[in-house]
């Protein structure tokens, strides 16, 4: 079973820095696309930052500057490393995963559980 484990939120003053990680697990044949996604109370999920299997980056535009996402060599594990860090920033943050499962082989989606970053005034 393919799933992706997150760590990294927390709690965090205004200002300052956290680096979100999402570690994929299971049959995995490649990752083609990789995204974190963000819902604050009483809000829509809204992307945050998204990465393609070619290396296209894009963020919306509340957090461009701030945040970047990647990857690691192995492409195995997603970062989203945050700065400046604002209370407009509080949400639960998701990861999010279009994948090729080598198990069989085919094409699914995948969400994490979600992590709470708070960001203090």
């Known amino acids: 079973q393919v799933q992706l484990v997150e760590s990294g939120g927390g709690l965090v003053q205004e200002g300052g820095s956290m680096r979100l990680s999402c570690a994929a697990s299971?049959?995995?044949?490649?990752?083609?696309?990789m995204g974190w996604y963000r819902q604050a109370p009483g809000k829509q999920r809204e992307l945050v930052a998204g990465?393609?299997?070619?290396?296209?980056?894009n963020y919306a535009d509340s957090v461009k500057g701030r945040f970047t996402i990647s990857r690691d060599n192995a492409k195995t594990t997603g970062y989203l490393q945050m700065n400046s860090l604002k209370p407009e920033d509080t949400a639960v943050y998701y990861c999010?995963?279009?994948?090729?499962?080598?198990?069989?082989?085919?094409?699914?989606?995948?969400w994490g559980q979600g992590t709470q970053v708070t960001v203090s005034s």
């Open positions: 990465v393609t299997s070619g290396g296209s980056t």
């Open positions: 299971g049959r995995i044949l490649a990752i083609n696309n």
């Open positions: 999010h995963a279009d994948l090729v499962g080598s198990t069989p082989l085919k094409f699914i989606s995948v």
